[in-house]
């Protein structure tokens, strides 16, 4: 494996992606604000340290890996993209739809890939769920639920909504194959004010439990991924059918099956990914025009709330 991958943010969620990259064997560099946490990771994985300009003009790195506050996405992603680096970003892509769209632009003007990191994409078990939805398994697809809720870390530069929801908009888009017509919103700033906590898909940071539902009801079977389950039991299928009488409609459903899911981790896929985007010049599964698709969702949802 080729070492050309170099990881910007060594913080809560970019100490991942620099273990991951380094279990891959594609790790090259880490950089951070923090000089001394990059510094400790350098050691530990025996990587470079280098600032984020050194980073991008590195000619033996090849992909931008980018862990950083949302508000830097646009500008950070874009410097690197015009140095003819690939750009991993972690979501949401940009914090507005102009931004989302100069990226895209240039991306493609620099003929290089963009990609979003929606992790769910690469998970093995909402790879099922999606084929079980385009094979027909619970007839028609007629309704969608989805849960993300727990307690404690918010972020301040992004509310709820746009911290959140961004997985379960992108989840919901690809079952549903097709933009909403129309979107709606509601939410409520408890912790910080003007700073949504609590939205409806729903999506909450100050929940004392913790869910990670997807709830999918076709025209003939109800099927539950639930992230908070052990593996074995994250996905289950429901069938049921209904029963008219003169004044009722009864609904009888069948017992629950679990579906058995070969195990994986979501994020070294996602990172096996984007190795083979930046080795093959490969589309992104999650490219910059599906990040956008989300931000034109979470703009909306914004718009509403005014």
Partial sequence: MKKNIAV?????????????????????????????????????????????DETINDENIEGVVLAVPAKHHASMA??????????????????????????????????????VGHLLHYHPIFKEVNKIVENGQIGKLEYIQSNRLSFGRFRI?????WSFAPHDISMILKLANEKPSIVKCNSKSIIKENHADVANISVSWINP??????????????????????????????????KRTENIIDINKSSLKFIDVPKEEPLKNECKHFIKVVEKNLKPTTDGYEGLNVINVLETCSNSKK
């Fill in 157 to 161: 530069e992004e509310d709820i909504v």
């Fill in 209 to 242: 439990n913790k869910e990670a539902k997807l709830v999918l009801t076709g025209s003939s079977a109800m099927l539950v991924f639930d992230d908070t389950k052990s593996w074995k039991e994250k996905l289950s299928l429901c069938s049921y059918h209904t």
């Fill in 8 to 52: 910007v943010g060594c913080g809560y969620w970019g100490k991942n992606l620099v273990r991951n990259f380094s279990e891959l064997g594609a790790l090259y560099s880490v950089s951070d604000v923090n000089s001394e946490t990059a510094n400790n990771y350098a050691n530990q994985y025996k990587a470079k340290h280098l600032t984020f």
């Fill in 78 to 115: 874009n410097e690197a993209m015009k140095k003819g680096k690939h750009v991993f970003v972690e979501k949401p892509l940009a914090l507005n739809e102009t931004d989302a769209k100069l990226m895209i632009e240039t991306a493609n003007n620099n003929n290089v890939k963009l990609m």
